[in-house]
């Protein structure tokens, strides 16, 4: 079977990411849709950081009253659905909430 290469739109250290989480586990075709879920969430709450700490958390309305950067909700959303995703997707040793966890491939262990 072909090893599926990283969706390109993910940064370099996500793709890094995907492809050790997909060499590392014998994943079924909606393990690796949930997997490019959790690598999109994941860039979407670091971008949202960089703006966060380039520019902080609020600003000021046109009354100057201070207001909550979007990118707050941003990155909350995406903490939680990163978070959601992996429990889903059990990597951790964890059993998910009604999904067996992906099996380690034959080689796990022995490429470090």
Not at 10 to 20: D, F, G, I, V
Not at 46 to 66: K, Y
Not at 72 to 81: T, Y
């Amino acid at each position: 079977m072909t090893t599926p290469k990283p969706p390109s739109h993910l940064k370099p250290a996500t793709r890094k990411w995907w492809a050790s989480v997909v060499a590392d586990f014998e994943m079924e075709p909606h393990h690796l849709r949930l997997l490019q879920l959790a690598a999109e969430a994941w860039d979407q709450a670091q971008t949202a950081r960089e703006v966060l700490d380039r520019d902080g958390q609020t600003f000021l309305d046109r009354f100057g009253q201070p207001k909550e950067r979007p990118e707050v909700g941003i990155l909350q959303n995406a903490r939680i659905s990163f978070a959601r995703l992996l429990r889903e997707l059990a990597l951790d040793g964890v059993d998910g909430p009604e999904a067996p966890r992906a099996p380690r491939t034959a080689d796990y262990g022995a490429r470090r």
